[in-house]
């Protein structure tokens, strides 16, 4: 646990951190943001002590971080940064390796370690070890970034703008990848960044900045329901409503569709298909082939003439999909109601666009 | 990193040549008189004869490597001090002293040091040891200044202390640049230290000097040449030691 308190960072004239309070659980993804200038870098550096605090207290496990040596504390807690920083005239292993090495740890158990952690960070060690940073692109000198942070196993991760500078496909990527490996790890985190995007996708809590202070700290489905102020409401945007179905997903609000075999023939359909609703024509395994509507039905000679095909690859919706994705892919193909499928295109049930106004 | 292995090869070649030729030129007083008899037929001495060959390039290679060693040593040291964090107040005045003491010439140096310390080794040392000295510091100061902020924020976040974070990544870094004024101010020694004859230091400048008086051009091109070739050898393998320096961190 990570506390801080009536910690202030004076600059001359400016206070660029004005008596901050605030108090990270293990565990959790804490995302620190606000406009440029706002004190989120020099709030995550008083942490490390990369900046000393003019006055307050920080804790971490209930020890005060004055009590260390810097030098020993940074070394408990990892660190990244937008721009990465890896040590040009050190191959992707001893950069990695910088930490442990300073640990003094064994050749052995460093070497175990590099391998594991690039292996985390889905690159392949046997590609990777050897290479120098310059022969990275940013995206892989960006995870070898974050393997360094992790070298030591530190329990407590700072991250400032790790993903800043990457383009918006591949930090997308990384983001991604970054939640798969905090899942696994579950560190207790301090992450900068200025993107409300990538903050709404990442934080377990969101602790918003302005001019030095906290403005709101809340879980992130609670910014977007009840934003503090003005600025945290204009900070997080118009479209807060879009972001909150961000955060939610499709696996507890779809429900259980009706169905039809392609061989079970027109009769079946028509016995079973309800006023209102829609019949799912699937094949022998399950896969979602079309739709048919009761309007569609009357008139029709045959099931097939009666269906509309659909790719359940395109038009399919995954049960841990967020319900942003979800809405999208219903308006671009123009459903009231989407089939929900599984990685084979298997119906599982359907989404309707009244279950995610609902939501 | 560049790995210029064929740089290093093509050097190695060149001082397979240049050092015998070197040697040859330093061992054998027939060799001078067979090529220069011809060309200065009516010279009666053809080669230098106050001193050995063998001695003046021992006196000029002590006087070069002692005042380079002293420049090289003294140079980095004040770099890097002016490039800490408590020695920053004195960085404006170290770096316009080293852009600016470029600007004088060697010999102005000489001829403060004589009234200061006398004629001899001394003052030749002193203005050898000077004038080495300031481009080693101004590339220190330079490859210490151009290193990437986020570098050193990622190796004091990571924990390492002021010195290792020196040792194990300024000085690593900067080093190819540090090399590259190491490598100028020797040079330029070697040719500057041939000056110091003039006031009794000794060295390959003697010949030079002796046939500029004595109006012997065989003396002043004997003097000439093996201060050259003496350079050219000092900076083909001071470059060896940057590439190798570049490859090995
Ligand atoms: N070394 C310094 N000296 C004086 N003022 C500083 C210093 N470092 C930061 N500041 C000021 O402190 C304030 C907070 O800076 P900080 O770097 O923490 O902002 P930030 O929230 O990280 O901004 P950004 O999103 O642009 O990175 C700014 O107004 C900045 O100008
Ligand atoms: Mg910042």
Redesign the pocket.
């Known amino acids: 646990m990570i506390s801080l308190s009536g910690v202030t960072k004076r600059?001359g004239e400016?206070l660029?951190v004005k008596a901050l309070d605030l108090s990270i659980e293990s565990g959790e993804f804490t995302v620190l943001i606000?406009p440029?200038?706002?004190?989120?870098?020099?709030?995550l550096r008083m942490v490390n002590r990369l900046i000393e605090a003019t006055a307050g207290k920080i804790e971490i496990d209930g020890e005060d971080i004055a009590s260390y040596r810097p030098e020993e504390l940074r070394r408990r807690i990892g660190y990244a940064i937008q721009s990465v920083g890896l040590f040009p005239h050190m191959t992707v292993e001893k950069n990695i390796a910088v930490v442990p090495t300073l640990l003094k740890w064994d050749e052995a158990r460093i070497k175990h370690r590099v391998g594991e952690l690039l292996e985390l960070l889905s690159l392949d060690p046997a590609i990777y070890s050897e290479k120098y940073p310059s022969q990275l692109s940013g995206g892989e000198a960006q995870r070898v970034g974050v393997a360094r942070a992790l070298a030591a196993d530190p329990a407590i991760l700072l991250m400032d703008e790790p993903f800043g500078a990457l383009d918006p496909i591949t930090r997308e990527s990384l983001q991604r990848e970054f939640l798969r490996v905090q899942r696994e790890l579950k560190k207790t985190i301090l992450f900068?960044t200025?993107d409300i995007d990538e903050a709404m996708a990442m934080a377990s809590k969101i602790a918003i900045m302005r001019d030095g202070s906290l403005i709101q700290y809340a879980a992130p489905e609670e910014i977007l329901e009840s934003p503090a102020d003005r600025f945290v409401r204009e900070f997080i945007g118009a479209d807060s409503a879009l972001k909150r179905l961000a955060l939610l997903k499709v696996g507890p609000l779809f429900k259980r569709a009706k169905s039809i075999k392609e061989r079970e023939g027109l009769v079946a359909a028509k016995e079973r298909i309800v006023e209102g609703e829609n019949l799912w024509l699937t094949d022998e395994k399950g896969v979602v082939k079309g739709w048919i509507s009761p309007r569609s039905l009357t008139g029709a000679e045959d099931l097939t003439e009666a269906t509309t095909s659909l790719d359940p690859r395109a038009a399919g919706i995954a049960k841990d999909d967020n319900l942003r994705d979800a809405l999208s892919t219903m308006v671009k193909f123009g459903f009231r109601t989407a089939p929900v499928v599984d990685k084979g295109g298997i119906l599982l049930g359907e989404l309707s666009l009244s279950a995610i106004l609902e939501a | 990193m560049v790995f210029d292995n064929a740089a290093k090869r093509r050097a190695l070649k060149a001082l397979l040549l240049l050092l015998p030729l070197f040697a040859l030129l330093t061992l054998s007083t027939s060799l001078w008189e067979s090529a220069f008899g011809p060309l200065f037929p009516r010279l009666e001495q053809l080669v230098y004869p106050l001193a050995s060959f063998p001695l003046l390039v021992g006196e000029h290679l002590l006087l070069v490597g002692l005042s380079s060693g002293a420049a090289i040593l003294i140079g980095i040291t004040l770099g890097i001090l002016v490039t800490r964090p408590w020695g920053r107040d004195l960085l404006p005045a170290a770096s316009s002293l080293a852009s600016m003491g470029q600007t004088f010439p060697p010999v102005a140096v000489l001829a403060l040091a004589v009234p200061v310390v006398g004629f001899g080794f001394a003052p030749t040392f002193i203005a050898l040891f000077l004038y080495g000295l300031l481009p080693i510091l101004a590339n220190t100061i330079s490859g210490m200044e151009s290193l990437d902020d986020g570098i050193l924020e990622a190796a004091r976040g990571m924990g390492m202390t002021r010195s290792q974070c020196l040792f194990r990544v300024e000085l690593p870094l900067a080093a190819p640049v540090i090399l590259a004024g190491v490598r100028i101010s020797t040079v330029i020694n070697t040719g500057t230290a041939a000056l110091g004859a003039t006031i009794g230091a000794g060295g390959l400048g003697k010949p030079i000097i002796a046939g500029l008086i004595g109006d012997n051009p065989a003396y002043i091109l004997e003097g000439a040449i093996l201060v050259a070739l003496l350079a050219i050898i000092i900076d083909t393998i001071l470059g060896m030691v940057s590439v190798a320096r570049v490859e090995g961190v």
Do not use: L, P
Request: with cysteine.
């Open positions: 600059y400016t660029a606000g440029s200038g706002c004190g989120k870098s020099t709030t900068v200025h």
